[in-house]
């Protein structure tokens, strides 16, 4: 008797169902579908492209070829074709407000047989390059390092390489991780209590820590000892770091901002470790503070309000009142770059300290210029639900309004090529939000507990969230469809980082172990 052969399983059905599926979609698009007229804007500038709308065939009009086309408008050599991501307007049923969605591949089924687009009219397109270097989604991990003895709070790449990682943990320690042989380097022992927030310097050299003891304390990332003596001066815990960016601060004095509950931000001269200037204003817990690369550091407290200081001299430039809650976190657009100041995906570091302090400010200055001036946004999250998304150095009003989320929102961060801003907040969800306008793009589902971080990859193209569900999740940024799934933490994941150079994803929580993830 002949073998029989088992029947396909369910995979083997859908497959094929897919299969079959795809080979008729290609063949709907009719042949006198007609062509489409398309106007190409650069979305970071906002000005048209090529000399006029270009007629494209509705059966060509794909996400590729408008890729080749827009290049070949462009004039660029096939070998450094640029990527690009394409959206376009289009009217939403129930109000008639346009909304940017993601140019589909199949044109025809999407948008022109619902009657949302005609073909007689012009379309306007908006090309945003891409990074020129990708990044591989995230798919395994590649490491559990435990040996703390609490839940990890804070964990940080360091900005030059992804084999460097910092973590700070309730057991009153940091611990440098070396991630490409998922061992623990050193161990920064010194803190009292919980070490809360751990910041690396944007030139690679010191690690700041925060602690519940309410220091600041320095260390060496080579050896691992704690230079000079621990930085007092805060009456409570610290619970935000912020080093001056790598361009705007004096040739070998790097200055350091922390945040504390006891309603101060100090900026410590780091080699002194003494005060310089003490920011008081604020009546409730600062949560949160960031250093622009424009000389204003920004403060988001308990007090609902957002403090917009001069870092020069301390004085206060603007307080942004809008929020009816606590100010949770804030993000600045050109976030990564002060992160990473002269390190770049290429890795090449510049001989000299002047070479390096021009590449910080060239990157800086590429990051922040929009349509020929240098805008440094600000996005704050709350527990009223909302996001305010600020342009400080234009005036105490806010851009937009962003309303969604239906719990308190933990965390937000602009993506580095600073068009989008994802947030996390405790319905679960993390949306993506345009950083131009603060318009709602989409909502990322898919957890099923409050997500507490989010970061995205230097290139831009996909997001990483943690959340108290125990899962990471890897979504791409072009279709907003979750990518990958990651799990394999034993409880809540409190904090998460994608090192700047896009290897790696670092994350940690209350399983006290620290997983590093890579493709």
């Known amino acids: ?43 970071t500038t906002g000005l048209p492209i090529g000399q006029g709308p270009v007629l494209v065939p509705v059966a060509d009009a794909t996400p590729k070829n408008l890729e080749l086309l827009l290049n070949t408008l462009q004039g660029n050599d096939p070998s450094e074709y640029i990527p690009y991501r394409f959206t376009l307007p289009v009217p939403d049923k129930k109000s008639s407000e346009p909304t940017t969605t993601a140019f589909p591949t199949n044109i025809w089924k999407t948008l022109i047989t619902p009657g949302l687009i005609s073909t007689e009219e012009v379309q306007n397109i908006s090309a945003a390059p891409q990074a020129v270097f990708r990044v591989q989604a995230v798919s395994r991990c590649a490491s559990t390092i435990p040996g703390h003895g609490e839940a990890i709070l804070a964990t940080q790449f360091s900005p030059k390489s992804s084999s460097r990682m910092v973590s700070g943990s309730g057991d009153h320690t940091a611990r440098i991780m070396d991630c490409d042989t998922g061992t623990a380097v050193h161990t920064l022992k010194g803190h009292t209590s919980w070490v809360l927030a751990v910041s690396w310097s944007p030139d690679d050299t010191r690690i700041a820590t925060g602690s519940m003891d309410n220091t600041v304390r320095m260390w060496d990332p080579k050896t691992g000892k704690q230079l000079g003596n621990p930085m007092k001066g805060h009456t409570k815990w610290v619970t935000s770091l912020a080093w001056e960016p790598y361009h705007s601060q004096k040739p070998g004095e790097p200055r350091l901002a922390s945040a ?55 004085t206060l430039a603007h307080t942004l009142n809008a929020h009816a809650h606590w100010v949770n976190h804030l993000a600045l657009s050109t976030d990564f770059v002060n992160r990473t100041a002269f390190h770049d995906h290429t890795g090449k570091i510049p001989d000299s300290e002047e070479a390096k302090i021009a590449k910080a400010k060239e990157r800086f200055l590429k990051a922040a210029t929009i349509q020929g001036e240098v805008v440094e ?26 309303l969604g989320h239906q719990k308190q929102v933990n965390h937000v961060t602009f993506s580095p090529d600073g068009l989008l801003i994802a947030s996390s907040g405790f319905d679960n969800h993390t949306k993506i ?3 131009r306008d603060g318009k709602f793009i989409n909502t990322l589902r898919g957890h099923v507990a409050p997500v507490y971080q989010c970061a995205f990859s230097p290139d831009s193209n996909l997001l990483v969230t943690g959340s108290k569900d125990t899962t990471l999740k890897v979504w791409d940024m072009r279709t907003h469809k979750l990518l990958t799934d990651l799990p394999g933490h034993k409880d809540e994941v409190y904090a998460v980082d994608w090192s700047p ?19």
């Open 260 to 314: 504390s509950k006891d309603a101060t931000v100090r900026v410590w001269s780091t080699n002194q470790q003494t005060i310089e200037l003490v920011l008081s204003g604020h009546k409730g817990s600062v949560s949160c503070v960031k250093w622009g690369g424009t000389g204003f550091i920004y403060t988001g407290s308990h007090d609902k309000t957002v403090k917009v200081w001069n870092s020069k001299d301390g």
């Open 1 to 43: 008797m002949a073998t029989v052969l088992p029947p396909p399983s369910k995979r083997q059905r859908t497959d094929a169902a897919e299969r079959s599926r795809q080979q008729q979609d290609i063949e709907e698009i009719p042949s006198d579908a007609g062509s489409l007229r398309l106007q190409f804007f650069d979305e």
């Open 433 to 435: 939000w345009n950083a």
């Open 501 to 519: 150079d896009g290897q790696k994803v670092c994350s940690g929580g209350k399983d006290k172990a620290i997983r590093i993830w890579r493709h």
């Open 377 to 402: 946004r600000l996005v704050s999250a709350s527990d009223d639900f909302t996001m305010y998304l600020w342009e400080p150095s234009k005036g105490t009003k806010p851009v937009a309004r962003m």
